[in-house]
């Protein structure tokens, strides 16, 4: 079974840096690789049209360069994605719209192999993490289940009310604020500097790090990073390809324009808020 590097980063107490993707191009993971500077890619799958061969082609990617796949899933498709993207290669999960204790431990069950001991749901399966057919139902399949690691995003209301109670589920490894959804969930869509969203961030972060977990965040610009680290952040998720396409474009196109004397036409379109994204 393939090494997990963002599972030895964390268990030595080491920084680790990922990016976000939401095309299922596998040369763009290569290109993450190729830069030199990642630990591991966050497939976003969440919002991104995708399949099961797109997920196994990611897979080949990242053991191409020696990346740790992460792949964010909805919570209706916990349990399958999960299993599924495990199954191509990948090696973390980060589940969204967690609201419960109950919540938490489902998603710590779809990742964990159902064996004595282990209390997951995982069955043994034919798929690329096991070689198709070479390590189908070994012990070694096994341990590496228990390798992947499991983040979890807190982002909703009732997440936060009972947080406590949800981070002390054992397996749970990573944390992450989600202020878009928070803020909508309380009734102040879009208002990301809020003081209530800061105040329930920093109670994340904290709490995450007084129960030995380890809160993540993620950037599209690097200048929060050092109000992070001071507070004692080490994992950092940072740009997306949408955006740094969109702003490039943005940017250039309205330049070139500029320089043949016209306006850009997305001058009149509404612009993103910058925001989180």
Same mark, same amino acid.
């Given at each position: 079974?393939? &090494?997990?590097?963002? &599972?030895?980063? /964390?268990?030595?107490?080491?920084?680790?840096?990922?990016? @976000?993707?939401? %095309?299922?191009?596998?040369? /763009?993971?290569?290109?993450?690789?190729? *830069?030199?500077?990642?630990?591991?890619?966050?497939?976003?799958?969440?919002?991104?049209?995708?399949?099961?061969?797109?997920?196994?082609?990611?897979?080949?990617?990242?053991? /191409?360069?020696?990346?740790?796949?992460?792949?964010?899933?909805?919570?209706?498709?916990?349990? =399958?994605?999960?299993?599924?993207?495990?199954?191509?290669?990948?090696? %973390?999960?980060?589940?969204?719209?967690?609201?419960?204790?109950?919540?938490? !431990?489902?998603?710590?069950?779809? $990742?964990?192999?159902? +064996?004595?001991?282990?209390?997951?749901?995982?069955? $043994?399966?034919?798929?690329?993490?096991?070689?198709?057919?070479?390590?189908?139902?070994?012990?070694?399949?096994?341990?590496?289940?228990?390798?992947?690691?499991?983040?979890?995003? $807190?982002?909703? +209301?009732?997440?936060?009310?009972?947080?406590?109670?949800?981070? #002390?589920?054992?397996?749970?490894?990573?944390?992450?604020?989600?202020?878009?959804?928070? #803020?909508?969930?309380?009734?102040?869509?879009?208002?990301?500097? =809020?003081?209530?969203?800061?105040?329930?961030?920093? &109670?994340?972060?904290?709490? *995450? /790090?007084?129960?030995?977990? @380890?809160?993540?965040?993620?950037? @599209?610009?690097?200048?929060? *990073?050092?109000?992070?680290?001071?507070?004692?952040?080490? =994992?950092?998720?940072?740009?997306?390809?949408?955006?740094?396409?969109?702003?490039?474009?943005? +940017?250039?196109? #309205?330049?070139? !324009? +500029?320089?043949?004397?016209? %306006?850009? #036409?997305?001058?009149?379109?509404?612009?993103?808020?910058?925001?989180?994204?």
């Amino acid at each position: 079974m393939r &090494r997990n590097k963002l &599972r030895e980063l /964390l268990s030595a107490g080491q920084p680790t840096l990922g990016t @976000h993707l939401l %095309s299922t191009w596998p040369t /763009l993971v290569e290109l993450v690789g190729a *830069a030199g500077a990642f630990d591991y890619v966050e497939f976003t799958a969440e919002y991104a049209p995708f399949d099961l061969y797109d997920l196994d082609n990611l897979g080949r990617a990242l053991e /191409l360069k020696e990346l740790t796949g992460m792949i964010k899933v909805e919570q209706t498709q916990w349990t =399958h994605q999960a299993m599924r993207a495990i199954g191509s290669g990948f090696q %973390s999960v980060l589940f969204a719209d967690v609201r419960t204790e109950e919540d938490a !431990r489902a998603c710590v069950a779809a $990742v964990r192999a159902e +064996a004595p001991g282990k209390g997951g749901r995982l069955g $043994v399966g034919m798929r690329r993490d096991v070689g198709t057919v070479l390590e189908v139902g070994r012990p070694s399949y096994v341990e590496a289940l228990d390798q992947v690691v499991i983040a979890l995003m $807190v982002e909703k +209301a009732e997440c936060v009310e009972d947080l406590d109670r949800i981070l #002390s589920v054992p397996g749970i490894d990573m944390v992450q604020f989600g202020a878009a959804d928070y #803020s909508m969930s309380i009734g102040l869509a879009g208002q990301f500097a =809020h003081p209530d969203i800061r105040k329930a961030e920093r &109670r994340t972060i904290e709490l *995450a /790090l007084s129960k030995g977990l @380890h809160p993540r965040i993620e950037l @599209h610009d690097l200048e929060r *990073a050092p109000e992070y680290i001071e507070m004692g952040v080490k =994992h950092f998720c940072i740009g997306w390809d949408v955006r740094i396409l969109y702003n490039w474009l943005s +940017a250039n196109g #309205s330049a070139m !324009r +500029a320089l043949l004397g016209q %306006s850009a #036409s997305a001058a009149s379109t509404p612009q993103p808020s910058g925001g989180i994204y």
